[in-house]
């Protein structure tokens, strides 16, 4: 039963993700936290590693997503064969819609890339994505990503600022940044 809810989630994740896996965030922790499958914790630190491991964000979570959540629902999908199943699943699930959306409509689009109809559909969509995106930043600040206490808290609104600036106005390179926050997480806390 909980593989099928997972497809049904991701197809729903895969299906209306418009604008990549940042973009998905919020679709999938309404579909996977707000069941209860995984804990908000849980579905923060997958956020980081998708994050940092190589591959689309979106893909990733589903993986690792795909891999927790049946033991998570229930012991007796405790197994790890039952999470590579899940992993498989989910993964597989949440591209599906995007290959079959591309295959079909690549050919129209090209087609029809200068019609009206069709830029006023990718200018409807542009601002959706951007809000989406705002609403994934939104997500993740929440006390499993900033802690409860008053110094945990201003901590980690420092090194975001700092993250934030270092790579926007200094333009120092994402990677660094991630090793000098881990260092700097390693001190702190």
């Not at 980081?48 to 591959?55: D, L």
Request: hydrophobic share 55%; net charge neutral.
């Amino acid at each position: 039963m909980i593989y099928i809810k997972l497809i049904w989630s991701y197809l729903k994740i895969g299906l209306f993700g418009f604008g990549g896996g940042y973009a998905m965030l919020a679709l999938i922790e309404r579909e996977i936290v707000g069941p209860g499958w995984i804990t908000e914790q849980m579905f923060t630190d997958i956020v980081a590693i998708s994050q940092m491991t190589p591959g689309p964000i979106g893909i990733n979570s589903a993986t690792y997503i795909g891999y927790v959540a049946p033991a998570e629902y229930s012991d007796a999908f405790a197994s790890p064969l039952y999470g590579i199943l899940g992993s498989l699943i989910c993964t597989l699930v949440v591209v599906l819609p995007s290959f079959i959306l591309v295959a079909f409509t690549s050919h129209l689009i090209r087609r029809h890339k200068d019609s009206v109809v069709v830029k006023g559909i990718f200018a409807g969509l542009r601002p959706v994505v951007v809000g989406l995106i705002v609403s994934a930043a939104l997500l993740l600040m929440n006390s499993a990503n900033f802690g409860e206490e008053n110094t945990q808290v201003l901590w980690s609104i420092v090194l975001c600022i700092a993250a934030f600036v270092l790579v926007y106005w200094v333009k120092w390179h994402p990677i660094l940044i991630i090793c000098l926050a881990g260092f700097a997480g390693w001190i702190i806390y």
